[in-house]
């Protein structure tokens, strides 16, 4: 199951209250879900040019993984970012800085950062293998770095998925260049 832990289109949110996560984690209990992801806000950009934006979006980031470890969820898939023009080099050495700070601040949280596939309209990285890669070989605590496959943005983007023989390329060409040790 994917969810929200706060609204997806605002920066801020309230804190969760110990009551919340107790209300979260009974549900879930008395559910059949046996596996949870958050997906973080649509907003953040860990390679935006504007300092603002960067700031408010690292900051939104270490709130979205300071709640996912209250509420026991152990993965939070996140897009990568658009360079808006400063270039897919600039942008990529932004998102592991912005990734590393994110890590420093959250040490000791047991959530796992997942970069999701991109479809890449204008500059947004992530919808090449490539981009994936050099985003988690950048990171210094790669251990807590995982990729979540989007067909729907791979296709987008340009990878080929339509049937079984293409499909086993693309994953093929997927585990050589990030690994499935990462999916």
């Not at 289109?9 to 209300?23: F, I």
């Not at 979260?24 to 935006?48: F, G, P």
């Not at 360079?83 to 959530?111: F, K, N, P, Q, Y």
């Amino acid at each position: 199951l994917q969810v929200f832990t706060k609204n997806s289109n605002r920066w801020e949110a309230p804190p969760l209250t110990g009551e919340d996560a107790v209300n979260y984690k009974t549900a879930l209990s008395k559910s059949s879900i046996r596996s949870v992801i958050a997906h973080d806000s649509y907003l953040i950009n860990l390679c935006a040019t504007d300092p603002v934006i960067l700031e408010k979006s690292r900051k939104a980031l270490i709130d979205e993984i300071r709640r996912c470890r209250m509420l026991g969820i152990g993965m939070l898939n996140f897009h990568p970012g658009a360079h808006m023009g400063a270039g897919e080099e600039a942008g990529i050495a932004l998102i592991v800085e912005s990734l590393d700070i994110v890590h420093r601040e959250t040490r000791g949280a047991a959530v796992l950062s997942v970069v999701e596939t991109t479809a890449g309209q204008g500059s947004v990285l992530g919808h090449r293998f490539e981009q994936i890669a050099a985003i988690i070989a950048g990171v210094k605590d790669r251990d807590r770095m995982g990729v979540c496959i989007d067909t729907c943005h791979i296709f987008a983007g340009g990878y080929d998925i339509r049937d079984a023989a293409a499909y086993e390329r693309v994953m093929g060409e997927f585990g050589d260049i990030v690994g499935f040790d990462r999916l």
